[in-house]
């Protein structure tokens, strides 16, 4: 038997604010993450070849690229799925 007081797809909504959340928080640890990423490898990469600072900072630039486009393309998908919903 159904509840008459219950809000049709008030589950869907809810569901879908936190899938949305959910997406937002992932690209920003991703951007976060590359960028951490590349700091570390350029200071091991200066360590080894004795060259401070430059791969840091080379690590730095690289990882925010790689960063920005991992959110470009997240951006993207959440963009396709929001178009694709009635």
Do not use: C, H
Not at 26 to 49: E, H, M, Q, R
């Amino acid at each position: 038997m159904s509840d008459p007081n219950r809000r049709p797809y008030a589950e869907d909504s809810a569901r879908s604010q936190i899938a949305e959340s959910a997406g937002g928080w992932s690209a920003s640890g991703s951007f976060l993450g590359s960028i951490l990423a590349g700091t570390l490898l350029g200071y091991l990469a200066d360590l080894w070849l004795d060259t401070r600072p430059w791969f840091i900072v080379v690590g730095i630039i690289a990882g925010s690229y790689a960063g920005f486009m991992t959110m470009w393309r997240l951006a993207k998908g959440m963009d396709d799925v929001d178009r694709k919903r009635p």
